[in-house]
């Protein structure tokens, strides 16, 4: 269950009870997701979370989420901001009142600039004291919080009012701005998955009722109006119209339905009147599959991700003995140095060191470019996988139903030695008919479309061998149909026609008839995507097809790969997978494999990216995938790793936009240049501008023009 974290409004709170949460048995490996505020549980921890958070974080409250919950956190969130706002706005008039009286009284009174003055400072900054307080008493020191309030108290200290106020005011100023960017990052990045049906009109004998999707069972039958959401997954029954399938596919033309097709949850009805009989409850439903992949994704960070935290973990203490060094070692040292001078240099650094922009930007920036991918059709189940897309530099496909289409069609029959085109045609297909392999059904097809009726009781002692083909007895004879190593195996003479397509070879008694071409329509982008690989610098490309040499070689050349295996066994696709990984020299390949069906779970499960084709096709499959690509476009996989590249890109623009500017500032601070003012604005400047790059993940910016 999906837990919202209320009142979670800070990246290292984020850390610190994902931290503390994993120590319970059970939770090694939960995720705290700042970017949604929210954490997937077990009900069954979710009493022990809460004890976790009573301890660690008293603020925060763990709350079932719906949507519901959503409506109210965002008024909450809107309340808390409109506070935050007032209590900015009354201790910037305080600053102000304290200047203007401290220039005023030139000395006279001080306890009334004081009192001015501290007024504005805690009307700014109570909330950093309190938080830093309450962790210092449990023991958890090092913080944003207790930066700066260390660096505020001592600039108070040493009689630098104006400036600790400053400090602590245009602090709080970057934390309203940044938690305004993160609350449009992280409703942009809702509203993009914002696919979930609100309710289902369930046909009753009644009438219509609107009840939720969750109510309705498999069976029944619901009406989809014009311009309402699928809410289940089912067979249309009634009505013919177009369906909007973007937010499901990314594909923006619209596909045309009418009975016995099957429309999925997340669809929007553009025209006509739909009754639709649902076949799949609302929690198998395609919509509740794509929000839970990409949902999910967070628990899974990758390297870039995991480092930032631990960085973030060891710098904030490096960087307080460091100020502790500076503000104690020069004044002893050096001649003439004085304290309060090197004091406040070292209060400076402290001000600058915040890891904030680098603990609220990273993950928001891979989770944008998780949610811009979902938008394109393509699911990434994890930054982790985002990462290795772009390290990708071999893609290995599956042929049948990736780069072609997979509907098997005979397109040639050519009869031998006495036999005629019938001949073979009824033995292939009465052999053929208990197999389910698509290219049975297309002989079985092709010999039903000459009218002639199948007898199966006619069909005795049925053997299918895989990989090679079927045998079995029809009436009186023997019959044999498969590929050449069927007939090798069985010692018969064969033709070796030059087609692209798929050859059966037949043969009665042990003597060869004839074979049939079975051909299978190449995807029309699959040309394309190979070209958009080469593009984007991938090196290697490769087919893999239990298909005879002659037909892979004549595919592998029309669709462009450079390398190809043919006849290939569903286990043998593995050892190839792993071969290629080998590469050439003993150098370690980046293998993503793109494959449709369940006997391609086990590939897809060994390369480094596994990718399912076809949306929702095979459970299996889409269960073993790293990355999901709805829509059966072979193309989407050079989008995949373009949207993975243009996020890196935008994560590491962000780690040395923040490290540059803080490394510059520490510097300039350690030296005496920057005053406290330069440090605070350059910290909060460079959160907000992270903060800020991060959302171009959302955005379509990775497309090529």
Known sequence: MVYRLEGLDCPNCAVKIERELRTIEGLSEVCVNFSTKSVALDPRYEQAAKEILRRVEPNVELIAESSADKKEESEAITGEQKKRLLYIFSSAVFLISGIIAGSRLHGRFEFIEYAIFLAAYLLAGWKVLYAALRNISRGQVFDENFLMTAATVGALAIHQLPEAVGVMLFYSVGEYFQAQAVNRSRRSIEALMDIRPDYANLKLDSGIEKVPPQRVRVGQVIVVR??????????????????????????????????????????????????????????????????????????????????????????????????????????????????????????????????????????????????????????????????????????????????????????QVQAKNGYSREDILKFAAQAEIHSSHPIATSIREAYEATGAAFAATSVEDYQEIAGHGVKARVDVNTVIAGNERLMEKEGIAYDAPQTSGTVVHVAVEGKYAGYIVISDEIKPDARAAIKHLKALGVKHTVMLTGDDEKAAELAAKEIGVDEYFANLLPQDKVAKLEHIQVGEGGRRRRVAFVGDGINDAPVITRADVGMAMGGLGSDAAIEAADVVIMEDAPSKVADAIKIARHTRKIVIENIVLALSVKGIFLAMGAAGIATMWEAVFADVGVALLAVLNSTRALAAGWREK
Not at 261 to 279: A, C, F, I, K, P
Not at 280 to 303: P, Y
């Open 226 to 411: 014009p311009g309402e959401k699928v809410p289940l997954d089912g067979k249309v029954i009634s009505g013919t119209s177009f369906m909007d399938t973007s937010a499901l596919t990314g594909e923006s033309v619209p596909r045309k339905v009418e009975p016995g097709e099957t429309v999925l949850s997340g669809m929007v009805n553009t025209e006509g009147l739909l009754e639709v009989r649902v076949e799949k409850t609302f929690g198998e439903s395609s919509v509740s599959k794509i929000l839970d992949l990409v949902q999910n994704a967070a628990a899974r960070k990758g390297r870039t991700e995991q480092f930032i935290t631990k960085f973030a973990h060891y710098y904030t203490p490096a960087v307080v003995f460091t100020a502790a060094a500076i503000a104690t070692i020069p004044p002893l040292v050096i001649p003439g140095a004085t304290f309060s001078e090197w004091l406040y240099r070292a209060l400076t650094i402290l001000v600058i060191s915040c890891p904030c922009a680098l603990v609220v930007s990273i993950p928001l920036g891979y989770f944008g470019g998780i949610g811009g991918a979902s938008r394109r059709g393509i699911l990434v189940k994890g930054a982790n996988f985002l990462e290795v897309l772009t390290h990708v530099d071999a893609v290995v496909f599956d042929k049948t139903g990736t780069l072609t289409k997979g509907v098997f069609k005979v397109s």
